[in-house]
């Protein structure tokens, strides 16, 4: 069918019976190294992808939202401006828009109301942060139609806010602020605790692959906010606000202080930190051999030390390490416990990696994978309507 923002227009004018004014676009994102150190103030790396949100959208003079999304047919979500209600118990699709609308009402800031037409086609529950390319393209929205001036990196800080204190998931700024400030054929090294960020080019010889495991996903009824309890009582055993200056060898020192899982998961933060900053180096340099090892790292201190994958996920990039060997690198991505691996391989691999994935994971799990063939995008911005 027609292309997405045509798709949106479409949406919108059948719903309100009328034309939109403007559309809107944020993507998704993968993480290609920095795992669950973005809440401790740590290192990440991730990349905007093609797969995106788009609103269309048209101002109103009062405080109401009106929005429909077309992966939800039928439902009509309304709200007021700053009176968004409660934390709801189980939170849907409108409620990543609420939580921003509240959180910008919590700060002080001010808006008109907005008619809303949603139209995504990153996946849901994969783990490529859905959920955080609505709340950036209705942050994006909110502030260009009314002209509130935030920069990207404020839009994304109030979408963190909104997610953590109205839909109730801990998350860090990673997935909100690639959203935000990602750059074509980039990714970004952001230092989650000062939140600069430095865009590092992906070399024009590799692939940029995600395998959707299709193990089912949810991020809060997950173990996620667990791990974040687990970073921050370590954190506090050191009387440090975070595990970012944590050394290792002060932990390995305080080892039998701790529980085993409280010093894996640090283990696995301060290790991550450091392999992220030096992937970074290593992408910019085209050291790919180098790369392949960090990655391969990272994954095993996620199944070993922090405990957030499952035994498909770790099929997945046993099978396609060994046929990227040195020329690629393959992890886990995301959150855990299920959704994705990424794969950043030489472009002459590509179909080697897909065929050993397509030959042997449904076999070995009884699930068909999904693949999608990416590239590092831009952030969230206006499109011409
Ligand atoms: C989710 C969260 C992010 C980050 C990752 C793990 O995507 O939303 O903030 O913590 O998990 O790296």
Same mark, same amino acid.
Not at 55 to 82: H, N, Y
Not at 102 to 121: E, F, P, R, W
Not at 164 to 187: E, F, K, P
Not at 306 to 324: C, G, K, R, W, Y
């Given at each position: ?93 409108? $409620? ?5 609308? &509240?959180?910008? #009402? +919590?700060?002080? %800031? @001010?808006?008109? !109301? ?29 502030? $260009? ?5 935030? &920069?990207?990196? #404020? +839009?994304?800080? %109030? @979408?963190?806010? !909104? ?223």
């Amino acid at each position: 069918m027609s292309n997405p923002a045509q798709r949106a227009n479409k949406l919108f004018v059948q719903t309100f019976g009328t034309l939109a004014d403007t559309l809107y676009f944020a993507p998704g994102r993968v993480n290609l190294i920095g795992e669950h150190t973005d809440y401790n103030d740590g290192f990440v790396l991730p990349a905007a992808i093609n797969f995106h949100t788009i609103i269309a959208i048209k101002r109103r003079e009062d405080s109401q939202f009106r929005a429909v999304s077309d992966a939800f047919p039928g439902e009509m979500k309304e709200w007021t401006f700053g009176e968004e209600g409660n934390r709801p118990e189980s939170p849907e699709w409108a $409620d990543y828009l609420k939580g921003f609308s &509240s959180a910008m #009402a +919590i700060s002080g %800031l @001010a808006t008109k !109301g907005m008619d809303l037409a949603i139209v995504s086609n990153v996946p849901l529950g994969a783990g490529l942060s859905s959920s955080a390319a609505l709340e950036i393209a209705f942050g994006t929205a909110i502030n $260009d139609a009314n002209q509130i001036q935030l &920069s990207p990196l #404020a +839009i994304a800080q %109030l @979408a963190q806010r !909104g997610e953590n204190h109205y839909v109730g998931c801990a998350c860090g700024i990673m997935d909100q602020m690639i959203s935000a400030l990602g750059q074509q054929d980039h990714a970004l090294l952001i230092d989650c605790l000062d939140l600069d960020s430095e865009a590092v080019s992906i070399p024009e010889n590799l692939s940029l692959i995600i395998i959707n495991s299709n193990v089912k996903r949810g991020l809060v009824e997950s173990e996620y906010n667990l791990r974040r309890e687990q970073c921050e009582q370590v954190a506090a055993h050191f009387q440090l606000d975070s595990l970012r200056h944590l050394e290792l060898a002060d932990l390995e020192a305080a080892k039998d202080q701790l529980s085993d899982a409280n010093y894996r998961r640090a283990k696995h933060v301060i290790t991550e930190n450091r392999r992220t900053q030096n992937a970074a180096w290593a992408l910019e340099s085209g050291n790919i051999s180098q790369l392949s090892t960090l990655m391969a790292e990272s994954h095993i201190s996620m199944r070993d030390d922090f405990e957030i994958t499952v035994p498909e996920i770790d099929f997945l990039v046993e099978i396609v390490s060994s046929v990227i060997g040195e020329k690629g690198g393959v992890r886990m991505t995301g959150g855990g416990f299920g959704g994705c691996v990424v794969a950043l391989v030489d472009h002459e691999l590509t179909d080697a990696v897909v065929e050993i994935v397509e030959q042997q994971y449904l076999d070995k799990t009884g699930i068909e994978a999904t693949i999608y063939l990416c590239s590092a995008s831009d952030g969230a911005k206006r499109l011409d309507n």
